[in-house]
């Protein structure tokens, strides 16, 4: 723990007795040595012993001479916030003279608890990057080699503008980053959109896009009901596709306390997790099974009438339908069919359920990496609505998503159907944010094609359809002709044999990241000769971390922090909205991207002032509530963690020393919604929909944003259904100027405000005007008080079915429950279900393939693994590739634990991995992490990466071999659930 008393914030000087104890403990140390070093002097190595002539290391040291020590000079105390999963924990870096050179967990952070994981505890080592890419580089004849930033630049616009006028805005595809802080993420959708295109697409696309939809569709928004901390509150808790242990592994302290006080713990999963080994009762089911084991549990529920009928009839509508659907068609004999649970465990974990109140449910990609995930979060979330658990402290819905900013990203970053804050892409949420960009409307409206402004871009999914597709069948005039991977890892999507033909075809590939990434050795490699372009160009910029910039990033659970800048950047370096800013600058549009910004200067270069972006950023996403999170607010978060309680995350008290600034009543990070400006002071939302607290404390209902009625029957809220103290004590729909006429509460609006609130709504009035009035005057919810949908009328499945994957194991049950029909204009691109399914069907596949492919996280990486894995800290830590698999299958193959195997799938690719034989997994299935890259069915990919640039670990990525599949609302690919074979290397 960081005693210090810091002189002007976390980010001054500081003079303590840690730091005082720091400087003697350095001064006394060895001359000054990393750990490589060490070992390297002393004749350790990785899996090396102590020898005999090595005792010498027990000698007493002798400082060298003439050495600098470190602790002479100015050292400071920098706080940010962990760049790996979605937690959100803590860091204070020490920092000397520029130099990274320690780093302490937050002990007063609410949040992880002066905790870390493997990877929280070796985030120094970005400090240090020896790994990194360092300059600008330019493929040429093969190999990489360095050019000038302003040669990079002047090339890429060229490029980019040779593109626009032969093929239009729309052959440009740029996929973002869920490591950008909000500002970054923000101002990419921003400057995609002065480009003139929606083919922009994040991380969030492939792990969590079906939860938002679902969710957001079932009750408002997409986002985690409630937080890691409210888990503590809980009586039971199911983790149904969710390897927290390993994904989220500090988010497990506050499950462990929950435990302590006697909150049963289930565990649902293909493989028995780390998370499965911490469970009261662990559940195997078969992947992509998750409706049938949700609805055998409702089955039960409803049969035995342990549903909420309150709750149920005052706020949810369309449960009826549901329940007639549960009793019809599953049965406990189809449930133990389709999944593989036996009826007594199915009834065990749903009494479980029903006596243990309130309850939660935790899921990620093992729920929505599917072609029928959208279904899968919506019938978790129709659990936890028939038991009453939505909107309530233990309860929710609590979605943990994968990065750092994921969350975040998704909110107001580049999403290809959305601007940010998910407003649509009609023409008033573009007026919307001309205004707040301060720019006309129609200069926007002539950057995009004809007809394009309002359409939906392409997916990150598909961006290598957008490549490969015949032209006649994509919805936009021109196929992909320039991508640019702007800190996104290739090896974290499916069909890798696709994507390599995809990026060889390419006449631009521009890949923006701290790490080349194994984008960067994809495009060096040699691949088809009728692939080539011959014409084609791929550069590398690099781009800081989130360590040498400042910004925020809001977790999972809605809290946003603020990130100090701890260290300049390193190598050549720079920072995302600075590359930003000088891209715009080339194409002609770069005074207009940062109007709005004050200018500050970084290596003697101008660069927008993350403060002034988040104002922005302020005054115009109203939808999901940034408003009120201004940076003063954020700041002071940062620096008075102490004052918030660990489970409620609520300040009872406390002012800030240095801005006077009252915390009282505030939630911590000002967790989204927090509404209005930040003068009205809302607290922040810890709980969405939690009826037994003030709109102003944080409270709230279901949102109307669905309409009124559905068939002749209403969808707002019953009688007596509302947040506490709200003027109005019944359902109601979102607020606009005519409702606030209509009530009689116009006139609390000052002259001021009814000028911009005229003819507008909540979402569009950017006094805020009608919101102050509509919370804080009267205690209602500006977006409505409605029910939540049960049935989702505008998706391709009102009432989720279970629908086989398309590449399954099991020919018999895809007859019971096909897939969807084909699609022929979907995200611009045509998509196949039944026809795939059809013919693996008619192949006979699941005789050539007969294993489930499966994937999932390890603790020790994150993400594509491109960054973990150059960290030697944790490279040694993990140091192979693997498959897990039954020792029932690996003895059917003559395979050996610890033996090399070939995997091998239906699209033609084999890969080479270690045999890992064990009971974690079934007999039919297997499973592989997904963090790997750098080897390429069985080359090492060293040669093709920049030299000096390569990770430490490389191995074979999973998503080589996995197959072709979409989900159904958002395109999200099947990852979770393919076919493979594998036999002895």
């Known amino acids: 723990m960081l005693l210090t008393k810091k002189q002007s914030g976390t980010s001054g000087a500081v003079s303590s007795p840690f730091i005082h104890s720091l400087r003697r403990g350095l001064s006394q140390a060895l001359p000054t040595l990393d750990r490589r070093s060490f070992l390297r002097r002393s004749g350790l190595g990785v899996g090396v012993g102590l020898a005999a002539s090595q005792l010498t290391l027990v000698q007493k040291a002798h400082a060298g001479k003439g050495t600098s020590i470190v602790g002479a000079g100015k050292v400071e105390v920098k706080r940010t916030i962990c760049t790996h999963c979605s937690v959100g924990c803590a860091v204070d870096a020490v920092v000397e003279n520029g130099v990274w050179v320690r780093q302490e967990p937050v002990f007063d952070s609410p949040i992880n608890l002066g905790a870390h994981c493997a990877k929280g505890a070796a985030l120094r080592e970005h400090g240090h990057g020896e790994y990194r890419l360092r300059y600008p580089m330019k493929l040429v004849k093969g190999k990489y080699e360095r050019i000038s930033w302003d040669t990079a630049l002047t090339e890429i616009s060229a490029k980019m503008l040779e593109l626009r006028k032969a093929s239009?805005?729309?052959?440009?595809?740029?996929?973002?980053?869920?490591?950008?802080?909000?500002?970054?993420?923000?101002?990419?959708?921003?400057?995609?959109?002065?480009?003139?295109?929606?083919?922009?697409?994040?991380?969030?696309?492939?792990?969590?896009?079906?939860?938002?939809?679902?969710?957001?569709?079932?009750?408002?928004?997409?986002?985690?009901?409630?937080?890691?901390?409210?888990?503590?509150?809980?009586?039971?808790?199911?983790?149904?596709?969710?390897?927290?242990?390993?994904?989220?592994?500090?988010?497990?302290?506050?499950?462990?306390?929950?435990?302590?006080?006697?909150?049963?713990?289930?565990?649902?999963?293909?493989?028995?997790?780390?998370?499965?080994?911490?469970?009261?009762?662990?559940?195997?089911?078969?992947?992509?099974?998750?409706?049938p084991f949700l609805f055998g549990l409702m089955y039960h529920i409803f049969k035995n009438g342990w549903e909420d009928k309150k709750y149920i009839n005052d706020r949810v509508f369309g449960m009826d339908a549901i329940k007639t659907e549960v009793m019809a068609k599953w049965t406990p004999d189809k449930v133990e069919e389709a999944c593989g649970v036996k009826e007594d465990q199915v009834f065990k974990i749903a009494k479980m359920l029903h006596e243990n109140n309130p309850g939660t449910i935790v899921w990620c990609m093992g729920q929505t990496q599917h072609t029928i995930g959208n279904a899968i979060v919506r019938a978790s979330c129709l659990l936890q609505l028939a038991l009453g658990n939505v909107g309530k402290t233990g309860g929710g819905t609590n979605i943990f998503r994968g990065h750092d900013n994921v969350q975040g990203a998704t909110d107001v970053g580049p999403n290809p159907d959305s601007l940010p804050g998910y407003y649509g892409l009609s023409e008033g949420s573009w007026k919307h944010f001309a205004n707040a960009w301060g720019v006309d409307f129609e200069w926007i409206k002539k950057q995009y094609a004809p007809g394009m402004m309002g359409k939906n871009g392409i997916t990150v999914s598909r961006w290598i359809d957008g490549v490969l597709e015949n032209n006649e069948l994509i919805d936009q005039d021109s196929n992909l002709r320039g991508v640019f991977y702007w800190g996104h890892a290739p090896n974290s999507q499916t069909r890798g044999l696709d994507m390599k033909r995809a990026m060889d075809k390419l006449d631009l590939l521009v890949v923006v990241d701290?790490?080349?990434?194994?984008?960067?050795?994809?495009?060096?490699?040699?691949?088809?000769?009728?692939?080539l372009n011959p014409n084609r160009a791929v550069y590398l910029l690099p781009?800081?971390?989130?360590?040498?910039?400042?910004?925020?990033?809001?977790?999972?659970?809605?809290?946003?922090?603020?990130?100090?800048?701890?260290?300049?950047?390193?190598?050549?370096?720079?920072?995302?909205?600075?590359?930003?800013?000088?891209?715009?600058?080339?194409?002609?549009?770069?005074?207009?991207?940062?109007?709005?910004?004050?200018?500050?200067?970084?290596?003697?270069?101008?660069e927008p002032v993350p403060e002034d972006i988040l104002r922005e950023i302020n005054k115009c996403v109203w939808t999901i509530g940034y408003t009120g999170q201004s940076p003063e607010r954020l700041k002071a978060h940062m620096k008075n963690m102490n004052v918030f309680d660990v489970k409620t995350l609520k300040a009872k008290g406390g002012k800030d020393k240095e801005t006077g600034y009252d915390f009282t009543g505030d939630y911590f990070g000002l967790p989204w919604p927090c509404y209005g400006t930040p003068e009205l002071k809302h607290p922040g939302s810890p709980n969405l929909y939690d009826t037994s607290k003030h709109v102003m404390d944080g409270g709230?209902?279901?949102?109307?944003?669905?309409?009124?009625?559905?068939?002749?029957?209403?969808?707002?809220?019953?009688?007596?259904?509302?947040?506490?103290?709200?003027?109005?004590?019944?359902?109601?729909?979102?607020?606009?100027?005519?409702?606030?006429?209509?009530?009689?509460?116009?006139?609390?609006?000052?002259?001021?405000?009814?000028?911009?609130?005229?003819?507008?709504n909540w979402k569009t009035d950017s006094s805020g005007g009608m919101i102050r009035v509509f919370m804080k005057g009267h205690g209602c919810h500006p977006f409505g008080n409605a029910k939540a949908r049960a049935v989702v009328w505008n998706f391709p499945d009102p009432i989720p079915q279970h629908r086989e994957p398309l590449y399954g194991t099991r020919p018999d049950l895809m007859a019971k429950y096909p897939t969807h029909d084909d699609r022929k204009a979907f995200w611009r691109l045509p998509t196949l279900y039944k026809t795939v399914q059809d013919k693996n069907i008619a192949d006979k596949l699941h005789e050539k393939f007969p294993l489930i492919m499966t994937s999932g996280r390890l603790v020790e990486y994150e993400g594509g693994g491109e960054e973990t894995r150059s960290n030697p800290w944790l490279a040694e830590l993990q140091q192979e590739m693997f498959v897990e698999i039954h020792p029932k299958s690996a003895a059917d193959r003559g395979i050996r634990n610890g033996e090399r195997a070939w995997v091998t799938s239906p699209t033609g690719a084999r890969i080479?991995?270690?045999?890992?034989?064990?009971?974690?997994?079934?007999?039919?299935?297997?499973f592989l992490p997904f963090h790997f890259s750098g080897r390429w069915q069985g080359v090492d990919m060293l040669p093709h990466y920049p030299k000096g640039a390569a990770p430490i670990v490389r191995g074979e990525a999973v998503n080589t071999a996995t197959t072709y599949g979409y989900d159904s609302v958002t395109m999200m690919q099947e990852s979770k659930t393919t076919i493979c074979n594998i036999e002895k290397a």
């Open 912 to 926: 080479n991995v270690q045999a890992m034989v064990t009971e974690r997994v079934a007999p039919d299935t297997v």
């Open 514 to 531: 701290p790490y080349p990434s194994a984008t960067a050795s994809m495009a060096a490699m040699p691949g088809k000769a009728e692939d």
């Open 168 to 291: 239009g805005p729309d052959s440009i595809y740029v996929v973002g980053s869920s490591k950008s802080n909000n500002e970054q993420a923000y101002l990419l959708r921003k400057f995609v959109s002065f480009w003139g295109t929606n083919n922009c697409d994040h991380q969030a696309r492939i792990c969590h896009s079906t939860t938002v939809a679902g969710v957001a569709n079932t009750w408002g928004y997409g986002a985690m009901t409630n937080s890691y901390n409210d888990m503590q509150n809980s009586k039971v808790a199911m983790y149904i596709g969710s390897n927290a242990a390993e994904a989220h592994p500090v988010s497990m302290l506050h499950m462990l306390h929950a435990k302590e006080n006697g909150c049963k713990m289930i565990v649902v999963d293909p493989r028995f997790t780390r998370t499965a080994a911490k469970a009261d009762e662990y559940v195997r089911i078969r992947s992509g099974t998750d409706i």
């Open 700 to 760: 709230g209902n279901f949102r109307a944003n669905f309409g009124v009625e559905r068939d002749g029957k209403s969808l707002l809220a019953e009688d007596g259904s509302h947040s506490l103290g709200a003027d109005i004590t019944t359902g109601y729909p979102e607020l606009d100027h005519i409702l606030l006429k209509k009530l009689g509460w116009w006139d609390e609006l000052t002259e001021a405000e009814k000028a911009k609130a005229e003819g507008k």
């Open 543 to 606: 781009a800081c971390t989130q360590f040498e910039t400042s910004g925020s990033c809001t977790a999972s659970n809605r809290s946003i922090q603020w990130r100090e800048k701890v260290i300049e950047p390193l190598w050549e370096s720079r920072s995302d909205h600075m590359i930003m800013y000088q891209l715009a600058q080339k194409l002609g549009f770069g005074a207009e991207l940062v109007k709005n910004y004050k200018m500050q200067k970084v290596g003697g270069m101008d």
